[in-house]
């Protein structure tokens, strides 16, 4: 099979590069001691105090993230889908902008917005808050696009055989969405385990560590590397564990009563219950959106954010200092610009190159092509930085200090999103097409330039703009990865934080939001439809 | 003509210094290392002074020298050594001037080979405490710790007067305290005060439950927006720039006394510019910069002619608390791990 072959070379050199040789460091380090394989530091994890209380906290957070994640987004995605409340396109729109906020930014805007007396917010129930108002989008997703490819017949036959709207929802329409719902809880979950912005910013004044900012603050002088590593173990396993189980739970129950886009979904009227529960997702999106915006553009016009904007408090000193008196800022631009446009046109490329095979099932062994492409989505950015930082900072391959290091780093991370949107374009492709033109004559790459590059055209163009979004906003990775030179603009807000420079933070944080929602219209454009999934 | 010779080396002497007094508003002669500094181009200095006050003194440096850049890499004092040894470990050689506030780490710096031994232009003058006694570093600036607190909600009377003051349960979720493991001018601190008062105060402090940030110049910001009313430590000079902003803050010099913080500069034995780095290094200990740190920052110096504002305690009549840099840098672990354990993270 030579046309395999360039295929098969491409996707090994990529899955070595990217994933086996840092994980394998990984493991490596996290056994080995001076005299051979051991399991001393994994003994020395797990026997102290302190990161054992580490790893419960980011249990306890990641559980409870999961829970509210639930209780906020299927309510919102049931009164979006099914009922008459007024602005659904507005909540949607605003639900939209909460998955694309950097929880980061938005962790660090509640600081301002809970100050004075900021007591409240840094503790374990107010950062569970605070990532859950960034994090509940993914429960909305997956319950939202369900609701709305549940047919109303099933549940019109349950009220037609005398159940009422209660016993209805009970016993229909839940068990319908039941899987949807898990799999949003286990991918908020998985959001929360990961993260490693909101606990720096709210856990660590409240004197408390999660599994993340451990791991970040063993590569404090003198490091401990390998430790992180031995750390990073249990991080890795959860998460591939819990995605298994997230499979398999979409897997077995199915969508069987789902039927496609036939069946009609009749809108819910819910009467004099309609304005307050506008008033009630409008509540939870100014917690996520109104207050937090509203916050760090106050505080990047003001002189001293915690006062009143008044006349004299106006400036645009806050600009002229973050743009042209501080050094870090416009590299870190340039550096971030420069690695989103190269990390979004390689795993564009990438990823529609992969699904286009795997789709078309033009090489054996496709499958496993489409597992690896996916695969990275089990490591957590901070892991997948130790792996990188042991790999990469040592010969033969010191990638350490160069841009290349974060390059690797993103396109690790952001494969499988870029993969998952680039998959479901090709899928919308019928072969039929392509097919035809075959009958017709075409040779291959005539097909492909000619029938199926200009229909794929528009969701590679989306999966650009999501790896785009995702690099730009990446900090648990580059904050292990940094150097001086190649410092991007999560970092430098990060760096930011630590020293209380809050005008400056807030105009970098505004630049990062401006860029997010300018490639995010871009994909609307594109798409035709919003980035959560479904038609307008 | 030997006499026209030594009367025009006379004459262009006397030119050069007049012409290096216009060019840097009387700030330099020309120094030895200008030219080769010219041709490197720019001096990597990672620093720990807080970011405005840095990039001010790039400004300045910068406006003295045109054709030598400044790039600024600001962040606590044990960031920047975990920097150095992590860039060395991938064989990255990449800082000139190295200037934290932790003296602890040029003991070990020195130690591992990687200062180059340089003395400054115009420091003998300088107090024995701002000298290493081998010729590697020197004290650039110094702070003292002190308590701020927040003046809209804590009276005079009220206020803590002692370090022990600090240990009253009424302050109970109310105090700020920076971090050890950040900040050099608080890995100072803490060890002062295990000299005065043992780690059992540190113990006691932690049972007020204290809310945690990392810089030193943070717990007087967190004191002036009023999220906590009490800072029991910080960089006095940041707290003094924001009471002048008019910030309601105050600030309290214990009477037990209070520890000084030296922050020594050096050149690493592997500057990539070294001319530059020696040109940079001088022209920060002038009197015209150290006057500025003195002036806008709030800082001390051990500059002889300096001369501070009259609404800042001198440093003679303040009772310091000192400590050497090698036993900071032998306790440096301790006092991250105990204080970690004390306060949670």
Same mark, same amino acid.
């Given at each position: 099979m030579d046309r395999a072959l360039p295929v098969w070379i491409l996707s090994a050199l990529a899955l070595v590069v990217l994933m086996a040789l840092p994980l394998g460091w990984l493991g490596w380090l996290s056994v080995s001691g001076e005299h051979g394989a051991t399991l001393a530091h994994y003994r020395d994890v797990f026997t102290d105090l302190a990161l054992r209380k580490a790893l419960w906290n980011t249990i306890v957070l990641a559980f409870w993230v999961g829970l509210v994640s639930v209780a906020l987004g299927a309510p919102l995605a049931w009164l979006t889908a099914r009922t008459d409340v007024p602005g659904r396109g507005l909540i949607r729109g605003l639900v939209l902008a909460s998955f694309v906020t950097p929880p980061f930014l938005g962790a660090f805007a509640w600081v301002m917005l809970a100050g004075p007396n900021a007591g409240l917010i840094f503790t374990m129930p107010g950062l569970i808050f605070i990532v859950s108002i960034y994090t509940f989008p993914y429960v909305y997703i997956m319950v939202a696009n369900t609701l709305a490819l549940i047919a109303s017949d099933l549940e019109e036959a349950a009220a037609i055989l005398g159940a009422g709207r209660f016993a209805v929802a009970r016993t229909v329409t839940l068990p319908m969405v039941l899987p949807a719902l898990a799999s949003g809880f286990i991918l908020a979950v998985l959001q929360a385990l990961a993260l490693f912005g909101s606990p720096a910013i709210l856990a660590l004044p409240a004197g408390f560590h999660t599994v993340t900012t451990q791991i970040w603050s063993l590569f404090? !002088?003198?490091?401990?590397v390998e430790q992180a590593a031995a750390f990073s173990i249990p991080l890795l396993l959860a998460t591939a564990l819990l995605l298994q189980l997230q499979k398999q739970l979409l897997g077995r129950r $199915?969508? &069987? &009563?789902? *039927? $496609?886009? $036939?069946g009609q979904r009749r809108t819910i009227p819910l009467g004099r219950w309609r304005w307050p529960a506008l008033g009630a997702c409008l509540a939870v999106m100014s917690c996520a959106i109104f207050m937090p915006y509203g916050v760090l553009a106050k505080a990047a016009f003001a002189r001293a954010w915690a006062q009143p904007l008044t006349r004299d408090n106006l400036t645009l000193g806050n600009f002229t200092f973050t !743009? !042209?008196?501080? *050094?870090a800022t416009r590299a870190a631009i340039v550096n971030t610009l420069e690695l989103g446009v190269m990390t979004a046109c390689i795993g564009a490329a990438m990823v529609a190159v992969l699904s286009y095979v795997t789709n078309r099932k033009l090489v054996a062994g496709h499958q496993l092509i489409a597992f690896l492409a996916l695969a990275p989505v089990v490591v957590p950015g901070v892991v997948l930085a130790v792996g990188l930082f042991i790999a990469y900072t040592r010969p033969p391959f010191v990638l350490y200090g160069t841009l290349w290091i974060l390059f690797l780093a993103y396109l690790t991370k952001e494969m499988p999103v870029g993969y998952a949107q680039a998959d479901a374009t090709f899928r919308a492709i019928p072969a039929d097409l392509e097919d035809a033109g075959r009958v017709l004559g075409a040779g291959r790459l005539r097909i492909l330039r000619e029938i199926t590059a200009p229909l794929a055209k528009s969701g590679i163009i989306a999966a650009w703009c999501f790896i785009f979004i995702g690099v730009i906003r990446e900090l648990s990775a580059s904050i292990l990865l940094f150097t001086p030179n190649t410092k991007v603009m999560s970092v430098v807000i990060f760096d930011l934080k630590e020293e209380g420079q809050f005008g400056a933070i807030s105009v970098l944080g505004l630049v990062m939001l401006a860029l997010t929602f300018a490639t995010v219209a871009l994909v609307q454009a594109v798409l035709g439809r919003d980035v959560l999934g479904a038609r307008r | 003509m030997r006499r026209s010779i030594s009367a025009l080396v006379a004459v262009a002497t006397l030119a050069a210094l007049v012409a290096g007094l216009v060019t840097a508003g009387g700030a330099q002669t020309p120094n030895r290392h200008l030219e080769t500094a010219r041709k490197e181009g720019k001096v990597v200095w990672y620093t720990s002074l807080v970011l405005p006050s840095a990039e001010r003194v790039a400004k300045l440096f910068e406006t003295a020298y045109p054709d030598v850049k400044v790039e600024v890499h600001r962040t606590g004092s044990q960031r920047i050594l975990q920097r150095v040894m992590q860039e060395l470990q991938a064989n990255i050689k990449n800082v000139d001037v190295v200037h934290t506030s932790d003296a602890g780490h040029y003991v070990l710096l020195k130690e591992k080979k990687l200062l180059a031994k340089y003395t400054p232009a115009g420091?003998?003058?300088?107090?024995?405490?701002? @000298?290493d006694k081998d010729g590697y570093y020197y004290g650039l600036r110094a702070t003292v710790n002190a308590i701020t607190y927040n003046t809209k909600t804590v009276s005079a009377a009220e206020?803590? @007067?002692?370090?022990?003051?600090?240990?009253?349960?009424?302050?109970k979720g109310k105090m700020v305290t920076a971090h050890p493991g950040y900040s050099g001018v608080i890995a100072t601190h803490v060890l002062a005060l295990v000299h005065l008062h043992g780690w059992d105060y540190f113990k006691q402090l932690a049972q007020n439950q204290l809310m945690l940030v990392q810089s030193a110049n943070d717990p007087s910001t967190v004191v002036s927006s009023g999220e906590r009313v009490v800072a029991v430590n910080g960089g006095e000079y940041s707290a003094y720039q924001l009471k002048k902003k008019g910030n309601p803050l105050e600030i309290v010099y214990p009477k037990e006394g209070v520890p000084l913080v030296v922050s020594p500069t050096a050149i690493t034995s592997f500057a990539p510019h070294p001319s530059a780095a020696r040109l940079f290094t001088d022209f920060t200990f002038t009197r015209e910069v150290q006057q500025v740190m003195a002036d806008s920052e709030g800082l001390y110096t051990g500059h002889p002619d300096v001369t501070y504002p009259a609404d800042k305690p001198k440093l003679k009549d303040l009772k310091l608390l000192t400590v050497t840099p090698e036993e900071l840098e032998k306790r440096n672990e301790e006092l991250k791990k105990r204080f970690v354990e004390f306060f949670g993270a």
């Open positions: 404090q !002088f003198p490091p401990k $199915g969508y &069987a &009563a789902v *039927g $496609g886009k $036939g !743009f !042209f008196e501080y *050094g | 420091v003998d003058a300088f107090p024995a405490g701002f @000298k206020a803590p @007067k002692t370090w022990k003051d600090l240990l009253d349960p009424k302050w």
